[in-house]
């Protein structure tokens, strides 16, 4: 789900949706992306107001039906060199890689640390994966002119009970999305604020998902970016634990 937040370099297609499946399956193809590179604003608000700004840069790379995502933090200082790798692989659970400058460590996020907080932000780590869950199901809430409302209840393994995607019939992103815990009560909730077009492709400039429970915030704006770039700026060694090593 992730690739809605993170992963927001998005092609547009007008293929037609049935049901919801159909419908969470074309939100799904319009969020997969070719080589790009885009630099990214995150502030976290906590519950009194106070804000605190992360910078960080992504590169997406796809190759067939592989999709990686490099991600690593500038600013502040006390995070700065930490580096993430998500390597999506069709039909299996997404490797996730984080590089700790700080312990000079290379750390493979999974199990219970999935649901953990990504870099003190209101997103876990479950929240990063783009794969799709075969074993999750989808039901057709509401629909109207604008928006269809679908419920999924994803796999036994997930900390989410049901999330509810608002998804625009214009163009199949996902304007708002309601996360409900095992026990079906208000969680987080994310919506995209402002989208951008370039050439074909919408970009979500500006994002924001809340935690109900804590009352904090995360916000994340693509401050600059580049589509389509050559795999040659995204070499296959940006996706290994020695480039993380070597560049923390």
Request: avoid cysteine; hydrophobic fraction near 35%.
């Amino acid at each position: 789900m992730f690739r809605i937040f993170l992963t927001a370099l998005l092609f547009i297609s007008t293929a037609h949706a049935e049901d919801a499946g159909d419908i969470i399956e074309r939100a799904r193809d319009v969020q997969r992306v070719n080589n790009g590179i885009q630099k990214m604003q995150m502030t976290l608000i906590s519950r009194s107001g106070a804000r605190r700004e992360r910078s960080f840069e992504m590169r997406v790379r796809k190759d067939g039906e592989v999709v990686k995502t490099y991600v690593r933090f500038s600013q502040p200082t006390d995070v700065a060199g930490t580096q993430l790798i998500v390597v999506d692989n069709p039909g299996q659970s997404d490797a996730q890689l984080l590089y700790l400058p700080a312990l000079k460590r290379t750390n493979r996020i999974a199990g219970k640390a999935r649901k953990g907080s990504f870099m003190g932000s209101d997103f876990s780590y479950e929240d990063l994966e783009v794969s799709d869950d075969q074993s999750a199901t989808h039901t057709l809430v509401s629909s109207n002119d604008d928006v269809w409302v679908i419920d999924t209840k994803p796999g036994d393994d997930s900390s989410y009970g049901r999330i509810r995607s608002h998804v625009s019939k214009s163009d199949y992103l996902p304007r708002r999305v309601e996360f409900f815990d095992t026990k079906d009560a208000p969680k987080k909730t994310l919506e995209v604020l402002k989208t951008a077009e370039d050439n074909g492709s919408l970009v979500p400039t500006h994002s924001i998902m809340k935690n109900i429970s804590r009352g904090t915030a995360t916000e994340m704006t693509v401050t600059e970016w580049r589509l389509n770039v050559p795999a040659s700026e995204i070499p296959d060694e940006t996706f290994t634990v020695g480039f993380l090593e070597r560049n923390g």
